[in-house]
Nanobody, 121 residues
Framework: VQLQASGGGLVQAGGSLRLSCAASGRSFRIYAWFRQAPGKERDFVAAIRWSGSDKTYARSVKGRFTISRDNAKNTVYLQMNSLKPEDTAVYYC?????????????????WGQGTQVTVSS
C-alpha cells in the first residue's frame, strides 16, 4: 500500500493550490488530509468516503477547502482556496478502512510522505 502526496508549493495569501494523493495497492473506505505546522501537532483537515458523497471538514477550513476523489485514478484531491498564512504546514494524506468518521491521527493506518504548503502574507 502506498499513498503519494503531491501538489504543495509556495503561494500568496488569497491564492489556491490543489493537492493530490495517489493511492496504490488497495482501496480504503476513508481517505483524509492532515496537516502539521512547525512545532505543532498533526491536525485533521478533511476526509472523504471512497463511495458515496460524504465528506467532513475541520472548522478552520470549511468553506475554503474541498476534498474530492477520482475513483478511476485512485486519487484523492484537496482543493485549497482563499489560503491564509496560518494554512502553512506539511500536508499529509492518510487512509483507514473504517465505516465511521475518523479525525484522530492515531486512527489512520496508512500515510503518505507529506507535501509542503507555504502561504506568504
Amino acid at each position: 500500500v502506498q499513498l503519494q502526496a503531491s501538489g504543495g508549493g509556495l503561494v500568496q495569501a488569497g491564492g489556491s493550490l490543489r493537492l493530490s494523493c495517489a493511492a496504490s495497492g488497495r482501496s480504503f473506505r476513508i481517505y483524509a488530509w492532515f496537516r502539521q505546522a512547525p512545532g505543532k501537532e498533526r491536525d485533521f483537515v478533511a476526509a472523504i468516503r471512497w463511495s458515496g458523497s460524504d465528506k467532513t471538514y475541520a472548522r478552520s477550513v470549511k468553506g475554503r477547502f474541498t476534498i474530492s476523489r477520482d475513483n478511476a485514478k485512485n486519487t484523492v484531491y484537496l482543493q485549497m482556496n482563499s489560503l491564509k498564512p496560518e494554512d502553512t504546514a506539511v500536508y499529509y494524506c492518510a487512509a483507514v478502512d473504517s465505516s465511521v468518521w475518523r479525525v484522530g491521527e492515531d486512527d489512520y493506518d496508512y500515510w503518505g510522505q507529506g507535501t509542503q504548503v507555504t502561504v506568504s502574507s
